[in-house]
């Protein structure tokens, strides 16, 4: 199960991406912008890729990044 | 377990923020020209470095307690640089700049959590004020822009925001000077600032900060670094505060930026000084260095941190130094080296102690007096800040000179 970003609080610093062992992650720019210096945000581009070691979770500067709790057995 | 979120804050001593309030001082008049301020309040923006005529300066903005009262361009940016760049550098309030450029809301508050601790959370909450600086594609901005903030209001939390957004390519250097009315005898002076600089951009940031006991002073500043570019922090405090906690973080997220955090103070009196940096690297290539000195006076205590944290292969350097003068004063370092890499360089020198008496039996064996001797050292200690611009060489002269005196 990938991370799920919570992009209102992702500052875009690039620990997350530096830390996963798979590639899954990758920062991605906003558009609405007049400046040059646009604001960055991880996003999980190959979710298939992802090996749920939950590295970017711990690393994340900022606690943007969150696993999903496995569903509970019936 | 370590601890997760930005070291922005979080440190330093603590204290009741309820006793403070961010609108008990009168609004005041907007100036026309820095002219226009009066013989006492030019005096202590002087001890800061303000320029009234604003000679050498690209631009000057002034807030006396929660008000403005004064943002213009100098006249060499007028002629000059908006000849040569039209619109290049724009310098505002943040309300006013956040309502013509609404995709603003996408910058502000977002390397400084609002909820880092009670400081940012009120800081965000009771703001007023601050200046919302935008250097453009290329702009070389070469003369400096002084930012004034002085505190005339008993029991005033002055609380500014200062946003800045350094376009690909450009200059800025900012001289900020944060300074009180001595008639005042206790005020908090909280600051966020926000610092994005964009490729090969390149931002110099000095505080120059004077105030008295009485005085707490919280600057949290945030910094992102894309790629090339580079940001540079001073600061020197050359008053007494009861109280500073100043913790700059950098994000060193581009190939090949650079970060430089240097912090030089003499801490006397019963103040507490809590003063570092942190620098994170996760752009390959990326290097900075956070330089920290003391000289430690009174019953005062200084705690020096100072964090590097590598995700890519960098080069970091950090250095603690603190110089003890008296018998009553502390001093603690705590370096913190992280690296997640193998090909990442991370160094680090601290040293806390007392002025060695086989050097003073030195140079008192080639004439000079005890003091003589220890002020030599000292100058020695404060002079070695290779890096620091020529035009604060200054204001470290006046710390070496202060620190005579309380030798003496």
């Known amino acids: 199960m990938p991370p799920s970003v919570d992009e209102e609080r992702c500052i875009g610093c690039g620990v997350c991406i530096r830390v996963c062992p798979s590639s899954a992650l990758r920062l991605k720019a906003e558009e609405a912008s007049s400046s040059e210096v646009r604001r960055l945000y991880c996003e999980v581009y190959r979710p298939e890729a992802c090996v749920d070691c939950g590295r970017c979770v711990e690393e994340c500067l900022v606690k943007a990044l969150s696993l999903a709790k496995p569903s509970a057995q019936p | 377990m370590e601890r997760r979120g930005l070291s922005i804050g979080r440190y330093g001593l603590d204290f009741d923020f309820t006793e403070y309030a961010p609108n008990v001082a009168p609004r005041r008049s907007p100036l026309r020209s820095l002219r226009d301020l009066g013989g006492v309040e030019r005096k202590y923006l002087e001890t800061v470095g303000l320029s009234v005529e604003e000679e050498g300066r690209a631009g000057s903005h002034l807030q006396q307690d929660t008000t403005v009262t004064y943002t213009g361009l100098s006249r060499w940016a007028k002629e000059y640089l908006e000849s040569r ?129 009485g005085f707490h002073v919280r600057p949290k500043v945030g910094v992102m670094v894309d790629g090339g570019g580079a940001y540079i922090e001073n600061y020197i405090e050359v008053g007494e505060p009861t109280s500073v906690q100043l913790h700059p973080t950098v994000i060193l997220r581009g190939e090949g930026s650079r970060a430089d955090l240097r912090s030089f103070f003499l801490s006397r009196g019963r103040s507490n000084f809590d003063v570092g940096g942190a620098l994170i690297f996760t752009g390959g290539g990326a290097r900075g260095e956070v330089v920290s000195r003391a000289v430690v006076a009174g019953e005062s205590t200084v705690t020096m941190r100072g964090v590097l944290k590598a995700y890519a292969p960098s080069r970091g350097h950090l250095e603690c130094r603190s110089l003890l003068l008296s018998d009553k004063a502390r001093a603690v370092a705590y370096p913190n080296l992280r690296s997640l890499t193998p090909s990442a360089s991370l160094t680090h020198e601290a040293a806390v102690g007392r ?15 005890r003091e003589e001797a220890t002020s030599v050292i000292i100058e020695g200690f404060l002079s070695a800040s290779k890096g620091l611009p020529p035009s604060l060489q200054g204001w470290v002269d006046r710390l070496i000179s202060m620190t005579a005196k309380e030798v003496m």
């Open chain 2, 85 to 213: 760049y039209p619109g290049g550098l724009v310098a505002e309030a943040p309300e006013e700049a956040v309502l013509k450029h609404p995709w603003l809301r996408s910058f502000i508050h977002r390397l400084v959590p609002i909820d880092l601790d009670k400081y940012t959370a009120l800081c965000t909450a009771y703001s007023i004020g601050g200046a919302f600086i935008w250097v453009k594609r290329g702009v070389k901005v070469d003369l400096p822009l002084q930012a004034c903030f002085l505190i005339e209001a008993e029991r005033l939390a002055q609380l500014p925001y200062i946003l800045v957004i350094a376009e690909p390519g450009s200059k800025l250097n900012i001289v900020s000077g944060c300074v009180m009315n001595p008639a005042c005898t206790t005020a908090v002076h909280g600051c966020i600032t926000e610092v994005f600089v964009g490729e090969g951009a390149e931002v110099v940031f000095n505080l120059i900060h004077n105030f008295k006991r």
């Open chain 2, 355 to 369: 002025i060695e008496e086989e050097h003073i039996n030195y140079l008192m064996s080639r004439g000079l007096s």
